[in-house]
Nanobody, 126 residues
Framework: QVQLQESGPGLVKPSQTLSLTCTVS??????????WSWIRQAPGKGLEWMGA???????YYSPSLKSRTSISRDTSKNQFTLQLSSVTPEDTAVYYC??????????????????WGQGTQVTVSS
């Protein structure tokens, strides 16, 4: 079974960069046809797909967040990362990493993805 675990600071100040790491076990992030996504859910809002990195290292971003989102990976550690710059309180959310076989660019239901991390709360506040 694939397991994913998010880690990173739970509190970020406005204008700074939010940085999270997803550590994957049970499957290599380079295994063919797997996509590794970042998804978030703000209070009272639905799931929002942010972006993904695939098995080959190709990166995909939500158009609404592309300008300030950066996704990367460290294959030696079987990890992929999220950086969201210039954060505001509206970026406060539970942040998840998740995986799917094929690219899914919507996140209206968790059933669309094969495995999820437990989620980590990130609060943007001064």
């Amino acid at each position: 079974q694939v397991q994913l675990q998010e880690s990173g600071p739970g509190l970020v100040k406005p204008s700074q960069t939010l940085s999270l790491t997803c550590t994957v076990s049970g499957e290599s992030i380079t295994t063919n046809y797997y996509y590794w996504s970042w998804i978030r859910q703000a209070p009272g809002k639905g799931l929002e797909w942010m972006g993904a990195i695939d098995y080959s290292g190709s990166i995909y971003y939500s158009p609404s967040l592309k300008s300030r989102t950066s996704i990367s990976r460290d294959t030696s550690k079987n990890q992929f990362t999220l950086q969201l710059s210039s954060v505001t309180p509206e970026d406060t959310a539970v942040y998840y990493c998740a995986t799917s076989k094929g690219l899914i660019t919507v996140a209206t239901t968790k059933n669309l993805y094969d495995y999820w991390g437990q989620g980590t709360q990130v609060t943007v506040s001064s």
